[in-house]
């Protein structure tokens, strides 16, 4: 997995790069509307991107710099069902990447990268991870996934050090990340069953 990153600048803002301080609280509406304003941690760069109307704070130059790249060995973030990956209120890149095997066995690991580019390994099970999201207190969310007849999947709460705050068994294989209403209730979209929701 290489991952890059590019000088930007905040809409309406100062330029810099995307260690710059955002000056407004993240909002999931961005200004439009549509949905609830989730639980997420608004101090955070960039805490979710479901439940999003996908319009940035942040353009990018016409001809932008290379700032830095990281390459991770072994590393393969296209299982991890479109591998966004979110920026916490310290400017760190937080994203899962799971192993390229086909037949396993599996494994997933939660990275958080610097803003410099170094990268902290946050923990890592034995089942491939989707793509994280960050909660109002900065607690990360994020839930294995796998083929949809695979059993045994657990949403997990890490603390931003990567300490499993707690773990809840799922079973059967979420279709989407966990998405906080305004209540901190988490809800998943279940590949084979009704949805779920998470009190």
Not at 84 to 102: M, P, Q, Y
Not at 132 to 152: F, L, N
Not at 160 to 187: L, R
Request: include cysteine; hydrophobic fraction near 35%.
């Amino acid at each position: 997995m290489t991952l890059a990153t590019t000088r930007i600048h905040q809409s309406g803002g100062m330029e810099g790069d995307i260690r710059y301080k955002k000056k407004t609280p993240f909002d999931n509406n961005e200004g439009i509307g549509g949905f609830e304003k989730g639980a997420y941690d608004s101090e955070a760069v960039h805490s979710v991107d479901v439940n999003w109307t996908r319009q940035s704070s942040f353009t990018i130059f016409s001809k932008p710099d290379l700032l830095w790249k990281v390459s991770v060995d072994d590393a393969f973030i296209e299982a991890t069902e479109s591998a966004a990956f979110v920026v916490d209120r310290h400017n760190n890149i937080i994203i899962s990447d799971c192993d390229g095997s086909l037949v396993g066995p599996y494994y997933g690991r939660l990275m958080s990268i610097s803003p410099e580019g170094n990268i902290t390994e946050l923990f890592k099970t034995d089942m491939r991870l989707k793509s994280p999201v960050i909660g109002r207190d900065g607690s990360i969310y994020v839930t294995t996934t796998g083929a949809m007849e695979s059993k045994g999947h657990k949403l997990y709460c890490a603390l931003p050090n990567g300490d499993i705050k707690w773990e809840f068994v799922i079973d059967d294989p979420p279709y989407s990340k966990p998405v906080i209403d305004a209540q901190g209730n988490i809800y998943l979209h279940m590949a084979i069953k009704p949805a779920r929701c998470i009190v």
